[in-house]
């Protein structure tokens, strides 16, 4: 039931021996992943509104699932559940903060800056279920925290500290959609990939349908001029931005839709701790496809600084050291 978009691993799932297959799909998540980044760089550079990509992107990625899994007989159960609103709810909302990360930042540096999301998963952990790290992975957290900490004054961007909160919130997001995820009982009863991909996906239609109800309403608030609209809230015209559409359709169809399926099979085949740690590498993945993009010039030119290199490596080594606590722990 998680949504993979920044790499957080979905609970209950079987492992098996690693094999080849499933490093090779690890490469094909990471690149996703990147690709989703870049995207949403140039949903920024285009000027869509973040709603509106959303307003496309989301339904057309829970419909994308279902058609590949199937509703099932007991889809009325799922979405009944109060914790699918929760989760469904979260991806959107991860994906909307994100994006607008995004608007302060460069592809590269946003998906450094959320890898916050695995100390503050540690914190939410201890203090919701009680389940106390290593202290080789309270290290590793320390060293993830203080590498973005040393690096955030070094980006660039007109707002680092801005871009710091909402990378923080990004992870907060995260974090706690998938501890919602882990109590749902439909997510843990979920054992094979189908499974999983059919929960996802009715509850991110659920969550979408609500959302859209409670967009609409705003609109009309804003446009009888019952409140002042707040900057991120569409008018029409966002919402059938040619630019907002196809890169709406692009995203949902193609990109979170494969995301979600490589997302759950290298778990199940690699293990959850070899995933996390392929995912460690998804800011130097998300750099060479950003370079990519702008020597496709798809992407205005981005300058990158010698210091997202350490940056890059701090994250990785206090990655490591988590997975070699939980390791050592086990």
Same mark, same amino acid.
């Given at each position: 039931?998680?949504?993979?978009?920044?790499?957080?691993?979905?609970?209950?799932?079987?492992?098996?021996?690693?094999?080849?297959?499933?490093?090779?799909?690890?490469?094909?998540?990471?690149?996703?992943?990147?690709?989703?980044?870049?995207?949403?760089?140039?949903?920024?550079?285009?000027?869509?509104?973040?709603?509106?990509?959303?307003?496309?992107?989301?339904?057309?990625?829970?419909?994308?699932?279902?058609?590949?899994?199937?509703?099932?007989?007991?889809?009325?159960?799922?979405?009944?559940?109060?914790?699918?609103?929760?989760?469904?709810?979260?991806?959107?909302?991860?994906?909307?903060?994100?994006?607008?990360?995004?608007?302060?930042?460069?592809?590269?540096?946003?998906?450094?800056?959320?890898?916050?999301? =695995?100390? /503050?998963?540690?914190? #939410?952990? $201890?203090?919701?279920?009680?389940?106390?790290? *290593?202290?080789? !992975?309270? &290290?590793?957290?320390? =060293?993830? /925290?203080?590498?973005? #900490?040393? $690096?955030?004054?070094?980006?660039?961007?007109? *707002?680092?500290? !801005?871009? &710091?909160?909402?990378?923080?919130?990004?992870?907060?997001?995260?974090s706690a959609r998938s501890f919602a995820a882990e109590q749902h009982p439909w997510n843990r009863a979920a054992r094979t990939i189908p499974e999983k991909m059919r929960v996802t996906g009715l509850v991110?239609?659920?969550?979408?349908?609500?959302?859209?109800?409670?967009?609409?309403?705003?609109?009309?608030?804003?446009?009888?001029?019952?409140?002042?609209?707040?900057?991120?809230?569409?008018?029409?015209?966002?919402?059938?931005?040619?630019?907002?559409?196809?890169?709406?359709?692009?995203?949902?169809?193609?990109?979170?839709?494969?995301?979600?399926?490589?997302?759950?099979?290298?778990?199940?085949?690699?293990?959850?701790?070899?995933?996390?740690?392929?995912?460690?590498?998804?800011?130097?993945?998300?750099?060479?496809?950003?370079?990519?993009?702008?020597?496709?010039?798809?992407?205005?030119?981005?300058?990158?600084?010698?210091?997202?290199?350490?940056?890059?490596?701090?994250?990785?080594?206090?990655?490591?050291?988590?997975?070699?606590?939980?390791?050592?722990?086990?």
């Open positions: 039931m998680n949504a993979l978009s920044r790499g957080d691993p979905p609970v209950d799932s079987q492992t098996t021996r690693p094999g080849r297959d499933g490093w090779i799909e690890a490469g094909l998540f990471s690149i996703a992943l990147a690709v989703l980044n870049v995207s949403y760089g140039l949903g920024q550079q285009l000027g869509v509104n973040p709603i509106a990509l959303l307003f496309w992107a989301m339904p057309v990625g829970a419909i994308a699932l279902l058609l590949a899994s199937g509703l099932g007989p007991d889809w009325r159960s799922v979405v009944s559940h109060p914790l699918s609103l929760v989760v469904g709810g979260g991806i959107i909302a991860m994906e909307a903060v994100y994006y607008v990360l995004l608007g302060l930042v460069t592809p590269t540096d946003g998906s450094v800056l959320v890898r916050l999301g =695995v100390p /503050i998963a540690m914190l #939410l952990g $201890y203090f919701l279920v009680g389940r106390r790290p *290593s202290r080789l !992975g309270i &290290l590793g957290g320390l =060293v993830i /925290i203080s590498t973005i #900490l040393w $690096y955030v004054p070094r980006m660039e961007s007109a *707002s680092p500290i !801005g871009g &710091l909160l909402l990378g923080a919130a990004c992870g907060f997001i995260m991110l239609l659920l969550a979408c349908g609500v959302g859209t109800i409670l967009l609409f309403l705003a609109m009309a608030g804003a446009a009888h001029e019952l409140f002042t609209a707040p900057k991120w809230l569409p008018e029409p015209h966002h919402l059938i931005d040619p630019s907002a559409i196809w890169l709406g359709l692009f995203v949902g169809a193609i990109v979170l839709t494969a995301m979600q399926y490589l997302g759950f099979s290298v778990v199940v085949k690699l293990g959850a701790e070899n995933f996390v740690a392929t995912t460690a590498l998804i800011p130097v993945t998300t750099l060479g496809v950003q370079q990519l993009a702008v020597a496709a010039g798809l992407l205005t030119p981005i300058a990158v600084e010698w210091q997202v290199l350490p940056a890059m490596a701090g994250v990785i080594f206090g990655v490591m050291l988590i997975i070699g606590g939980a390791r050592r722990k086990s």
